[in-house]
């Protein structure tokens, strides 16, 4: 490249502004989890976690109607379309299922699962 070409492109781009310029603002919300949502509590402002449990009496009665069915975990999965493992970790207390996945249980196994608020 030519030097003196050089210095003109140079020259000539000191007059433009190089500065940022933000078309559109995006705010990022924090996801709140199923088993733990917290609030606020309105006297002094602390965040109480409010923490969902399975009551034992329903996890043994969904472990039992599964095994009278002959059903492995695996198996309960896929007749209830859940995603792998999800009765894995809902037998071991690691996973709260939603309303629908209640519901899909109830109708597949016959067991309402109580869940409790501690």
């Known amino acids: 490249m030519n030097l003196k070409f050089y210095h003109q492109i140079n020259n000539n781009m000191e007059h433009q502004q190089w500065d940022d310029v933000v078309l559109r603002k995006t705010t990022i919300t924090a996801p709140v989890s199923r088993p733990a949502a917290k609030k606020q509590d309105a ?3 602390d965040i109480v976690v409010v923490k969902k ?6 996890i043994q009665e969904l472990v039992a109607k599964r095994a009278e069915r002959k059903l492995s975990q695996k198996q309960a999965d896929a007749a209830c379309a859940f995603p792998a493992n999800t009765f894995r970790d809902i037998e071991a ?3 709260i299922p939603t309303e629908k996945q209640q519901n899909v249980i109830q109708r597949v196994l016959g067991v309402q699962l109580k869940i409790v608020r501690m």
Do not use: F, L, R, T
């Open 43 to 45: 006297d002094n402002g």
């Open 53 to 58: 449990v399975i009551q034992q009496e329903s």
């Open 93 to 95: 207390k690691q996973h």
